[in-house]
């Protein structure tokens, strides 16, 4: 276990990870977004993106292996061209960028994404290279823009489960150039394999049960309960990194 972390944080991020995963399985969004503003007020700061993002594409790639058939791979070919291009370029950012300003960054997108809807980026297919290297860029600064991700792509599917798995390959891709270029750039993922193989493992099972999840807790159950915690850690992340 990391020497920063204490045991009753580490078990609770190993539950919040099924909790987490249970929602975006059911509810196809939002579960990301919330398990990282849990990790931001848990975990040291540098480490926040690269391990939820390892955590991320674990539970993404889960996703995306149990819907593999609905997956668009035609669109998932121009999406990888610019994520590679936004990774590179904002993950120089990420590792010049201070912990005071990392945690505002943070908390100023979690509380974004509590409050205001995801803004389109751009419309139409041919836009895809474009919208994955903004995304790409910001996913390795503040971490969760699936819901940018979703957004634009939601219009495009008929079929739900489509969706679903698109969006999960998608993010898998991001997620995977983010630890292969936070590895690069010096981050030791070592310490931090144990509590993300104990994520990925709780993470994979909130999938499996998802539906059960939003059958006993419907969408306008979760969603205001979601926002509730978003506000709190974001308000809690820029009170520290302004004056903290």
């Known amino acids: 276990m990391p020497e920063s972390l204490n045991l009753a944080s580490f078990f609770f991020l190993v539950g919040v990870s099924y909790l987490t995963s249970a929602i975006t399985a059911a509810l196809g969004i939002g579960g990301g977004i919330t398990l990282l503003a849990i990790m931001a007020n848990l975990l040291p700061i540098p ?7 390892v955590v991320q594409l674990g539970s993404n790639l889960g996703r995306a292996s149990l819907l593999r058939r609905h997956v668009d791979t035609r669109l998932l070919l121009w ?10 370029l904002g993950g120089y950012l990420a590792v010049n960028l201070t912990g005071q300003w990392l945690r505002v960054a943070m908390g100023a997108f979690i509380l974004y994404s509590a409050w205001l809807p995801a803004v389109k980026l751009a419309s139409g297919r041919r836009a895809l290279v474009g919208i994955a290297t903004v995304t790409s860029f910001a996913g390795m600064v503040v971490g969760g823009v699936a819901p940018f991700i979703f ?23 991001q997620q995977g150039l ?23 493992a709780t993470g ?15 969408a306008r159950v979760v ?20 004056w903290g």
Do not use: C, N
């Not at 590895?183 to 104990?198: K, S, Y």
């Not at 099972?205 to 419907?218: K, S, Y």
């Open 79 to 88: 999406f990888a061209l610019g994520s590679l291009l936004g990774s590179v």
């Open 178 to 200: 983010k630890m292969l270029l936070f590895g690069f750039l010096g981050f030791t993922f070592t310490p931090w394999l144990m509590l993300i193989a104990l994520m990925i």
């Open 47 to 53: 480490a926040v993106i690269p391990v939820h993002g």
């Open 223 to 242: 969603q205001p309960i979601l926002k509730v915690v978003l506000t709190v850690m974001g308000l809690r992340l820029l009170y520290l990194g302004i």
């Open 151 to 173: 957004a634009v792509i939601k219009d495009w599917f008929d079929d739900r489960k489509a969706l679903v798995g698109t969006l999960a390959a998608m993010v898998s891709l």
């Open 204 to 218: 994979y099972l909130g999938t499996l049960t998802g539906r059960i999840f939003l059958e006993r807790a419907p």
